[in-house]
């Protein structure tokens, strides 16, 4: 309950920063604020056939869209994107290990042409964790790798955790496990309170979604372009791709799914069990991530019984877009192990 407070209290605070601010901006500009760039037609990056082909499956009740590539008869690599994301983030993992894996990369729950539920409630972390349970015996498999980020690694933490007959090995990037990151913000972290401010707004209903849409979806580049969240390697994830997110999440409706897994996160938790997580698993950390501190990938020991943490210098919250080559490494030596 009484966290259930002080989220409570965040979210006021936070929320009322956020509407100054942005009353602030459409006074400064109304015009640029306000305006919107239609997006009919999917930009030629997203159309790419090196990348796989699209599918649908249906899984927990909900019809997926996922792109999958390589060998149907290889073991299957699941991958699961984070937020503001989709299947696309995967793209240099798709190449790589499509090799040797049948790689499969979903669109979550409420995401791009994935279906969309409208409950709120519908976006707690066991319902997510349940549409994950379900897909693997959808796509034909018994088992996967499960390879996770930001949100996605919420998702799969929850999955290793009650169903790890699923899991033959685990990879997270840039999320802790839920355990460690309470233990964290309730350490005293006022840091980790600070860079999590965007969660505490997310509470509020539709403010968030207007907010990401003004001056045409400018939050989206300055997520992955701007000078204190993006990306640092252009190379790997140049401005112009961009356009692929904005064109996703300009959609009606395409935000407040996805922003229902926050509005969720507080109220409706999983509770994991109070064992430690027996599967393998990786723990990769893009260290100058500014929503995530790194000192809590070091932290993970008492949580995971068979733990490897790599540590990716000079490299952002985005690591597998930001720094593919260093991830695709750790993750075949992890593999290969």
Not at 81 to 87: A, I, L, R, V
Not at 157 to 177: D, F, Q, R, S, T
Request: proline letters at 7%; glycine letters at 6%.
């Amino acid at each position: 309950m009484a966290a259930i407070v002080v989220c409570f209290v965040l979210t006021g605070i936070f929320g009322s920063l956020t509407v100054l601010h942005t009353v602030a901006r459409i006074i400064w500009s109304p015009w640029r604020a306000l305006t919107k760039q239609r997006r009919d037609a999917p930009p030629s990056c997203l159309l790419d056939p090196s990348l796989g082909t699209h599918n649908y499956v249906t899984a927990n009740g909900l019809k997926f869209h996922y792109v999958s590539s390589g060998d149907k008869t290889k073991p299957l690599m699941l991958f699961l994107h984070g937020f503001p994301e989709f299947w696309f983030s995967w793209r240099h993992q798709i190449k790589e290990f499509s090799k040797d894996y049948h790689v499969v990369a979903i669109d979550m729950r409420g995401y791009n042409e994935t279906e969309r539920p409208t409950k709120r409630s519908d976006y707690a972390v066991d319902i997510l964790r349940k549409d994950i349970i379900d897909l693997v015996p959808a796509l034909g498999y018994k088992t996967c790798i499960l390879v996770a980020h930001d949100w996605g690694g919420a998702v799969a933490w929850a999955v290793a955790a009650k169903n790890p007959e699923l899991v033959e090995k685990l990879i997270v990037m840039n999320c802790p496990h839920p355990r460690i990151f309470r233990k964290f913000v309730n350490g005293g972290s006022i840091g980790q309170i600070l860079k999590s401010n965007y969660m505490f707004t997310f509470q509020l209903p539709w403010l968030p979604e207007f907010v990401i849409g003004l001056h045409d979806y400018q939050a989206l580049y300055d997520c992955f372009q701007g000078k204190k969240m993006g990306v640092h390697n252009k190379a790997s994830f140049p401005p112009s791709l961009v356009e692929a997110y904005k064109y996703v999440f300009s959609k009606p409706g395409a935000l407040t799914g996805p922003i229902n897994y926050y509005r969720c996160m507080f109220t409706r938790p999983s509770k994991l069990p109070s064992g430690p997580l027996m599967v393998p698993t990786l723990l990769i950390w893009g260290d100058d991530d500014a929503a995530l501190d790194k000192k809590m990938a070091d932290m993970h020991t008492s949580v995971v019984s068979n733990l490897t943490v790599k540590h990716i210098s000079n490299c952002s919250h985005w690591v597998q877009q930001d720094t593919p080559e260093a991830v695709n490494h750790y993750m075949r030596e992890f593999l290969n192990s």
